[in-house]
Every structure is written in structure tokens, then in C-alpha cells.
């Protein structure tokens, strides 16, 4: 895929923000630099950096979300690795090519002044990825 430049961050499910928090800062110096709740995906995300790293802790609000069923079938744990792209579109269109499949078949908003399509983790080797593209400010 032509259009990736670069890891954007790996989101990890998690049953609870204020136990899970603490640990990654404790163990390994991570900063957290925010906490929203995205009522869409049924989701709050807490946001750690350590410098260019970046991780997205996910805790679901409701069971039936696709992190709660994530939980409930597999435990916590790494959900998705997400790649920044110059172009989102063009990335979807490309990796369709490719034969992997779409989950999103277009751009939906994602946190942060972003736009978001996730890859079927059947074609990739049962790894969930997520496209990301930023928007200008």
C-alpha cells in the first residue's frame, strides 16, 4: 500500500481505564494525554504517548460494541494496529486490489481530527488494521 507512512498507534482492549492507566505509565513511562468518550463506537479511549509511540487503551460502555464483544471472546489485549496514510481513499482502493478485505468501504470519522477504515483482520493474518488519515487543522 503505497499511501502508509508510519505507524499511528496500537489499540489494546482493556475491561478498565482507571486500572489499566496507571500500569503502562508506572512500567513503562508513558504519558497520558487524554481520555475521551466516543459515543459512536461505543467507546471511551484513553491516549498514552511515549515519544513518537502512541497507544489507544479501549474500554467498550456497552457489551454488545465490537470491543465488548472483542473482551468477551478473547480477553484484553492488543485489538488493532492503525498506519497513518497520505490518502485514505486511495489506501481503501489499493488494499481492495490487493484482495484484502474492507470492513469500511469508506472513511468514517475517527478521534483526534481524523478519518478511519478498518481492514478485515481474515486477510491479515487475524490482525485487525485500521487506515488513518489526518485532517488538516
Wanted: a negative charge; aromatic letters at 6%.
Amino acid at each position: 500500500m503505497s499511501h502508509v507512512i508510519g505507524l499511528a498507534h496500537v489499540g489494546i482492549a482493556v475491561r478498565s481505564l482507571e486500572e489499566s492507566i496507571p500500569v503502562w505509565v508506572r512500567a513503562f513511562g508513558f504519558r497520558h494525554t487524554d481520555t475521551i468518550q466516543f459515543d459512536s463506537m461505543k467507546l471511551r479511549i484513553a491516549f498514552l504517548r511515549a515519544g513518537e509511540s502512541e497507544m489507544e487503551l479501549l474500554e467498550p460502555t456497552a457489551a454488545d460494541s465490537p470491543v465488548g464483544r472483542f473482551l468477551s471472546k478473547r480477553g484484553e489485549g492488543i485489538h488493532h494496529l492503525s498506519f497513518h496514510v497520505t490518502d485514505l481513499e486511495e489506501a481503501l482502493e489499493e488494499a481492495e486490489a490487493a484482495g484484502l478485505e474492507l470492513i469500511d468501504r469508506s472513511p468514517r470519522e475517527g478521534s483526534h481530527r481524523t478519518k478511519i477504515a478498518f481492514l478485515s483482520p481474515r486477510t491479515l493474518n487475524g490482525v485487525l488494521v485500521e487506515l488513518c488519515q489526518r485532517r488538516e487543522p
